[in-house]
């Protein structure tokens, strides 16, 4: 398994660019299932999430492929309506692919996503959502089975503003006829750059980005080409890394409104930040000072996605910060491997405590994506060497990690182990 290897210490200084967005890019694969022709995306990060998105639209019979940055689907025959175990178990968020490939085919078979790190992660709104619409759902042997009744537009009410609901509503309900209204929809910018795509492709979607969404029946018929928004997640980990280590860094190509709240703490905690256009930067001059209480919400709220990299800063800085994250039931899997490097961390329940000072190299293991990042900033802003394992868990969503931070200053080699 590979595995990163980190002297710690060093400022990061430097510009680094800003991929595409994993979070978008993921429901626009998704989508491209509904146009029966092709959907050429520019700025698709090259991610192991985003590969498996791809091989789920070639088993479903779509001819996918990749050059450099743009991914070119033609979903012109698409002969299959199932996403296999194996391809689900590979990434949860493949429930994604339950809407469109309904719209399309008239049915659907997935099986059940497991669990993941961060909670059971059920889709009890997805399903009723889908339910509202006309589909008929069985569940069996850890399978949903799904057929398109006589789909119909009506108002869809979620009762949280799941982000993943949000989007499979919305890609069933353009095979619906009629309209749709989903209220209280995720108001995430993924969503209205869901929803871009989904216009260009002839679909009638309005409000992406408020809390009620409106769908008009109409498939998509067109082709399309698009551009994926920047990482907002990715973006705020490279601004919690200089937070933590010092230094100066400017990210190019973000969209600094999309990381206001976590501009917003990193200036409290006493970074400078600057943004001009679609650059932001960030001076780490001092030792950071505690945070005041970080609740993780929906968008535009603190995201939960940053959660641990902001932690892993908050470790490092002088006095307590207090985190609550209210989203994800079980989103603190970091903190016994942040406290293997010395961090001083007190959980309970949905609330950590974190008491700032000196970390110190150790060997620890990514339990999920954004608490491997955590792992990361932390051990770059140790004293001395850690061994990072697992670390498969951030590829899934952060592209040419370790070549980025290098050319920032850290002293960062991703080694595979002998085996
Ligand atoms: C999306 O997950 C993101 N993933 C997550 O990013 C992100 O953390 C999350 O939204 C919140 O912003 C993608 O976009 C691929 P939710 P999603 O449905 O759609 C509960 C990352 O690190 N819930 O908004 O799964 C759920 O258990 C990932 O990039 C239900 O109870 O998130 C959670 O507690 C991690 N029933 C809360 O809602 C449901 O049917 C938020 O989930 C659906 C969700």
């Known amino acids: 398994m590979a595995y990163y290897q980190i002297q710690g210490g060093a400022p990061l200084r430097g510009i680094v660019p800003v991929s595409g967005a994993k979070n978008s890019v993921l429901p ?18 090259d991610l192991r999430d985003v590969r498996s998105a ?9 001819r996918v492929q990749r050059e450099g940055d743009t991914v070119t689907v033609d979903s012109s025959s698409v002969e299959r309506w199932d996403v296999p175990h194996e391809l689900m178990r590979e990434m949860r968020s493949s429930v994604i692919f339950l809407g469109p490939i309904l719209a399309r085919c008239g049915r659907a078979r997935l099986s059940l996503p497991g669990g993941c790190d961060i909670g059971p992660r059920p889709i009890d709104l997805h399903l009723k959502a889908l ?14 089975y799904c057929r398109a009744g006589d789909l119909r537009g009506v108002d869809v009410i979620l009762s949280f503003p799941s982000v993943g609901a949000t989007e ?27 929803q871009d795509y989904l216009r260009k492709s002839g679909a009638e979607v309005a409000g ?80 950071l000072s505690g945070l005041p209480t970080v609740r993780t919400m929906p968008y535009p709220g603190f995201p939960t996605d940053a959660q641990a990299p902001l932690m892993a800063a908050a470790c490092t800085a002088e006095g307590t910060s207090v985190f609550l994250e209210t989203i994800f039931e079980n989103r603190y899997r970091h903190v016994p491997e942040l406290v293997r490097m010395g961090a001083q961390i007190r959980v309970s329940g949905r609330t950590a405590l974190v ?36 670390i498969t868990h951030v ?5 040419h990690l370790a070549e980025k931070l290098t050319a920032l200053g850290a002293d960062i080699r991703r080694n595979n182990e002998d085996v």
Not at 54 to 62: F, N, P, S, T
Not at 170 to 180: D, F, P
Request: proline residues 3%; hydrophobic residues 40%.
């Open 208 to 287: 992406g980005g408020e809390s009620v969404i409106r769908v008009s029946g109409e498939m998509p018929r067109r082709d399309v080409e698009h551009t994926i928004l920047p990482d907002r997640i990715e973006a705020a980990t490279y601004l919690c890394a200089c937070a933590a280590c010092g230094g100066e860094i400017t990210l190019t190509g973000a969209e600094p409104e999309h990381v206001g709240t976590v501009l917003q703490c990193l200036s409290e905690a006493g970074c400078m930040i600057q943004t001009a256009g679609r650059n932001i930067t960030l001076r780490a001059v001092r030792r």
């Open 168 to 194: 499979n509503t919305i890609l069933t309900a353009v095979a619906c006829g009629g309209s749709t209204r989903i209220i209280n929809a995720a108001r995430e910018p993924e969503i209205a750059d869901l």
């Open 28 to 45: 626009i694969l998704a989508a491209t299932l509904l146009n029966g022709g092709r959907s050429i995306l520019h700025n698709c990060p």
């Open 54 to 62: 791809i091989a789920i639209l070639r088993h479903l019979g779509c």
């Open 355 to 390: 008491t700032g000072g000196a970390l110190c190299g150790a060997q620890v293991r990514c339990t999920d994506l954004r608490g491997g990042a955590a792992l990361v900033i932390a051990a770059m802003a140790a004293r001395g060497e850690s061994r990072i394992e697992d």
């Open 131 to 144: 339910q509202k619409l006309g589909v008929e759902i069985r569940e069996e042997g850890g399978d949903i």
């Open 395 to 399: 590829d899934r969503g952060y592209e």
